[in-house]
């Protein structure tokens, strides 16, 4: 099993990123899959999460600017994050939920990307 993310970079305050979440080893249509970071200095936070079926979530700081999608024929999960902030700055994850009942919890992951660095400048 492996997750490989990518697309972070450095952008202005206001700018755009996305981020992909490459998936092996198992069939993304039967998984949910979360993104989280941990900025400097900080906990890691559950940023957004996609379930087997499509439904998303966010947590309420990225709520109307970021969007997670995927492309289950590509085994592949996206997070467009729009309208960037300086507080968006950290590393991103993306992870593997086995366990549903808190997908904001990085506890409920088994398996984890490597992360991708986002740096929001103001």
């Known amino acids: 099993v492996q997750l490989q993310a990518s697309g972070g970079g450095v952008m202005q305050s206001g700018g755009s990123l996305r981020l992909s979440c490459a998936i092996s080893?198992?069939?993304?249509?039967?998984?949910?899959i979360g993104w989280f970071r941990r900025a400097p200095g900080k906990e890691r936070e559950g940023v957004s999460c996609?379930?087997?079926?499509?439904?998303?979530f966010y947590t309420d700081s990225v709520k109307g600017r970021f969007t997670i999608s995927k492309d289950n024929a590509k085994n592949t999960v996206y997070l467009q994050m729009d309208s960037l902030k300086p507080e968006d700055t950290g590393v991103y994850y993306c992870?593997?939920?086995?366990?549903?009942?808190?997908?904001?919890?990085?506890?409920?992951?088994?398996?984890w990307g490597q992360g991708t660095q986002v740096t929001v400048s103001s």
């Open positions: 080893g198992f069939k993304l249509e039967y998984y949910a």
């Open positions: 996609i379930s087997s079926i499509g439904k998303s």
């Open positions: 992870a593997r939920l086995f366990s549903s009942t808190n997908w904001y919890s990085a506890e409920s992951y088994d398996f």
